[in-house]
Each structure stands twice: as C-alpha cells, then as structure tokens.
C-alpha cells in the first residue's frame, strides 16, 4: 500500500508551523499612481501575486531578487510575486512599463491571501477610472490559465532546489527535521530485503515534503537498488534520486523523495 512520508509522529504544534496553505488570487484590485509618490501595497507571503499595468506592457523589473522570486508574461502583461522575507518585512520594488514609465513599488508582506494588483496607466496619475464588475470577471477568466502556469513552474522550481538542498545536506529556506526512524521491508521476497533502510530527515516547503533514506547492503555481495520499486510506495512522487543503484557489500547510498502531498503528481 503506498503511503505518504511519515510526518504524523511529529508533534501537531510542528505540523501547524508546516501548514503552508495556498490561497487563489482575488479579483483585481486596481490602484491609483501618485506622481514621486511610492505605491505601497500589501502582498501575501504564501500564496501567489500578481501585478499588471494595463493597457500597457511591465518590460523591466528591478529589485533585490534575493528577497523574493518572480515570473512573467511572456508578453508582459503580467508579473508574477512571491516573497522570500518574512511577514511584516517590506520589499521594494521598480518597474517600467512598455512606454518608459516607472512605478516605485513599497511591499508589505502579510498573511493575506495572494493579491491581483492593476496598477492603472489608462490615464494620467491620480485620475480614478473605475473598471466594471464584468470587465474584472473577464480578466480573472481570460489569466487562470497564464496563473496555472505560474503555480505549476514554481513547483517545479521549487522540487529542483529541495533536491539540491537534501543532496549537498543544507537547509536553504526549508524547514528540515532530524528524524533518524527505520524503514521495514515488507519481508523476505521484497526486492529491498538486502538492505537496512533509515530515513535520516524529512524536507517540508508548502505542500512538497522530501525524505533523505539511508540504504545499507548488509550482504556480502553487491546490491542492486531499485530506485523505482522504493518510489513507487509513495503517493505522489515528483522526484526520486540515487547517489548509487550498484551498492557493495556493507556500503550505503543515499536515497532522496520528494512527494506532493494532497494531490496527484
């Protein structure tokens, strides 16, 4: 029966810490630029963010990029923010738009489900012009797909470094557990049964969990290991790694998995 890498004997106070819960993006909130005025604006630490400048195009983005990470449009239409920092910190933020305007932007980070923010170039600084419910309704339609998108390269980007982290043994920004617990064969005839297994740490980011397995062959001949067979007992797997299949008697390899938990890979 696969199963999930084994958080729940940690202690519950620890799975809340770990409870990253994404929230979808709201409707657009359009703000009004001040001319030498900074925009301030709240953005959510854990879900996704978006800004966008209609009707023009942001070509140019400039910031600390150790703060945060960020994606866009092909066609510029619109960035895509995640924070690195804390809630409560501020990052700032320039862009220029297609016509060579430049918006200084002053970013606070909250607990706040993920923002979609319209910053208005329709008309010139701080002449309000409101867009209808429908027109808004149509844009959320017309960016779900391009949001998508954004969410599934930052999950991808996202298994790429826990995996680098779990193999050069750092923790970069995930929050990382010792755990040190035995991993059983199911018996004799499992294809593992040559090998004492201990799963050494458990990797937590959001909703990716990873775990660092300690293989040793404690026959007397070399081992093959499996890679696949030991991933397929996990629900959920989008990434599996080996530092070595051919295993010599009484040596290990270090085996990584990363499992997306609540959801198909």
């Known amino acids: ?3 999930e890498l084994n958080i729940l004997k940690i202690p519950s106070v ?18 009004y630029p001040v001319a030498d005025q900074k925009l301030k604006l709240d953005i959510s630490k854990s879900g996704l963010n978006r800004i966008s400048n209609p009707p023009y195009k942001i070509v140019q983005m400039t910031g600390d990029d150790s703060r945060y990470r960020m994606k866009s449009d092909q066609d510029g239409a619109n960035i895509y923010f995640m924070p690195l ?17 430049v918006y200084d932007l002053e970013l606070k980070v909250e607990n706040i489900s993920g923002q979609s923010i319209s910053i208005d170039g329709s008309r010139k600084f701080n002449k309000r012009v409101l867009s209808s419910g429908k027109s808004q309704t149509a844009v959320k339609s017309a960016s779900n797909n391009s949001e998508k998108r954004v969410l599934d390269y930052f999950e991808r980007e996202d298994t790429r470094q826990m995996l680098k982290a779990m193999k050069l043994g ?10 040190n617990s035995n991993y059983k064969p199911v018996g004799a005839s499992d294809t593992l049964a040559a090998f004492a297994i201990n799963m050494k740490k458990i990797y937590k980011w959001q909703d990716l969990v990873g775990g660092v397995f300690l293989f040793k062959n404690e026959t007397k001949s070399n ?12 629900d959920n797997v989008v990434a599996s790694y080996a530092s070595s299949q051919i295993i010599p008697a009484n040596s290990s390899s270090i085996i990584f998995i990363i ?3 609540g959801g198909k890979s």
Do not use: H, W
């Open 223 to 234: 081992q093959y290991l499996d890679i696949k067979s030991f991933a397929r007992r996990f």
């Open 85 to 101: 920092t804390d809630v409560g910190s501020m990052i700032e933020l320039s862009i220029k738009n297609n016509i060579g305007v």
């Open 170 to 179: 750092r923790d970069d920004k995930f929050y990382v557990i010792d755990v």
């Open 14 to 31: 620890i799975i809340c810490v770990l409870a990253l819960v994404y929230s979808p993006l709201t409707l657009a909130k359009l703000v």
């Open 1 to 3: 029966m696969k199963k």
């Open 259 to 261: 499992q997306k938990q």
